[in-house]
T-cell receptor
Framework: QQQVKQSPQSLIVQKGGISIINCAYE??????FPWYQQFPGKGPALLIA?????SEKKEGRFTISFNKSAKQFSLHIMDSQPGDSATYFC????????????FGSGTRLSIRP | EAQVTQNPRYLITVTGKKLTVTCSQN?????MSWYRQDPGLGLRQIYY???????DKGDVPEGYKVSRKEKRNFPLILESPSPNQTSLYFC?????????????FGPGTRLTVL
């Protein structure tokens, strides 16, 4: 019940295309869903996050879509650029245990020029 | 500059030789955690600390120890490393407050146990 399942494991998208990464969870106590971006040789860094009281959050070219009934959420990267090439992790946590975050398995995204 | 630092960045050691990976943060954060990153498994929490002298096990604590004697430091100790502990390790810190807070990660320590 603590798992966060992420797909796909790897993704190749042409420059200018839309990158979509999906995640699913089971624990209904989760109420915070961040996405982290990791470049090679670096630690992950927070990209964007959403709470379940909204169905979508947009920051620039990055959008999280959230489906509470299906217990799924996804990251959309519009107009994907080579600089977006990185590993992306979805995650989930519950307010009752805010120091504990469960991460997905990661998606390695490559944007072809 | 606000940051989390880890040392060493790279370490090759042999089975059974005790080692310590240091972690320090300069943001006065209450929460600190250690993760290991393995291909296909994502980031798994090893131990976490909610404040000085308060630590608890994460999802994969076996073979690891931690201590939190000072707020800024959170070392990870491998008393008797084994090859299955070969991995990429990250320390992270976050602020205690209302709701959820962003985790700030260090640059990582790549450990190889022969």
């Amino acid at each position: 019940q603590q798992q966060v399942k992420q797909s796909p494991q790897s993704l190749i998208v042409q420059k200018g295309g839309i990158s979509i990464i999906n995640c699913a969870y089971e624990n209904t106590a989760f109420d915070y869903f961040p996405w982290y971006q990791q470049f090679p040789g670096k630690g992950p860094a927070l990209l964007i996050a959403i709470r379940p009281d909204v169905s979508e959050k947009k920051e620039g070219r990055f959008t999280i879509s959230f489906n509470k009934s299906a217990k799924q959420f996804s990251l959309h990267i519009m107009d994907s650029q080579p600089g977006d090439s990185a590993t992306y992790f979805c995650a989930a946590s519950a307010l009752s245990s805010a120091s504990k975050i469960i991460f997905g398995s990661g998606t390695r995204l490559s944007i072809r020029p | 500059e606000a940051q989390v630092t880890q040392n060493p960045r790279y370490l090759i050691t042999v089975t059974g030789k005790k080692l310590t990976v240091t972690c320090s943060q300069n943001m006065n954060h209450e929460y600190m955690s250690w993760y290991r990153q393995d291909p296909g498994l994502g980031l798994r929490q090893i131990y976490y600390s909610m404040n000085v002298e308060v630590t608890d096990k994460g999802d994969v604590p076996e073979g690891y120890k931690v201590s939190r004697k000072e707020k800024r430091n959170f070392p990870l100790i491998l008393e008797s490393p084994s090859p299955n502990q070969t991995s990429l390790y990250f320390c992270a810190s976050s602020r205690k407050g209302q709701g959820h807070n962003e985790q700030f990660f260090g640059p990582g320590t790549r450990l190889t146990v022969l």
